[in-house]
């Protein structure tokens, strides 16, 4: 759903979202609001969060005892809040990369921590996938500022990123997809075919740049 930037992302979730039943919805703490959680609980489905750190809450106990793969605690929890009075379960996780302890909610008491964690830990790729684009592709600088013009450069560069995906899942590209942006963007206008440009080296293709310039210059 695509808004004007003074329109709240959680006003959208509440308004737009079609909840179905026995689904999981996953979203960061941006969404906190108890009315929609209810409305999820309410639905026989259930949502992964990340705690916000002002929500006041209770301990009621242990959910589960056995504690591994960067799972500090498995507790019973409950909201000091009457928007929303069910028990809630509260999962603290050591992520090793960051050396950040971060705690999930959830409504969900089937799964296991290590499953709710990995929900979440998935979610992070899109988070990783808009940033790449924002911060590779040059996005911010549009060349209209028409909705029509601004939509089209954002398709055209998600098409983009999709399309470096999949050469380099069709390949095996050991290299990063930054990379192999730099290495097309560098010799867009030569003339290599892709399977030699995926195994080109920079210096290969900064001579054949030079030998074209000078063969269009002269």
Not at 17 to 38: G, M, Q, V
Not at 89 to 116: C, G, H, P, Q
Not at 124 to 133: L, N, P, T
Request: glycine residues 2%.
């Amino acid at each position: 759903v695509i808004t004007e930037g003074n329109i709240s992302d959680i006003r959208i979730a509440k308004d737009k979202l079609n909840i179905k039943p026995d689904s999981i919805y996953c979203f960061d703490r941006a969404y906190t609001d108890l009315e929609l959680w209810s409305n999820i609980d309410f639905s026989k489905s259930y949502f992964v969060t990340k705690l916000k750190n002002n929500l006041k809450y209770t301990v009621l106990g242990q959910h589960l005892e056995a504690m591994k793969d960067g799972i500090l605690s498995d507790e019973k929890i409950k909201l000091e809040n009457k928007k929303y009075e069910k028990n809630l379960r509260m999962i603290r996780f050591l992520d090793e990369k960051s050396d950040e302890v971060v705690s999930f909610v959830t409504n969900n008491f089937k799964l296991s921590a290590k499953t709710i964690v990995q929900i979440y830990k998935t979610r992070w790729q899109i988070e990783i996938f808009f940033r790449w684009i924002k911060q590779n592709l040059q996005i911010k600088t549009f060349l209209g500022t028409s909705k029509n013009a601004v939509m089209s450069q954002v398709w055209i560069a998600m098409i983009y990123y999709l399309l470096l995906t999949y050469i380099k899942y069709q390949s095996k590209y050991e290299k990063s997809l930054f990379y192999l942006h730099r290495i097309i963007k560098e010799a867009l206008l030569s003339r290599l075919t892709l399977i030699d440009l995926l195994s080109a080296t920079p210096a290969r293709i900064s001579d054949f740049k030079i030998k074209e310039f000078q063969l269009v210059f002269w």
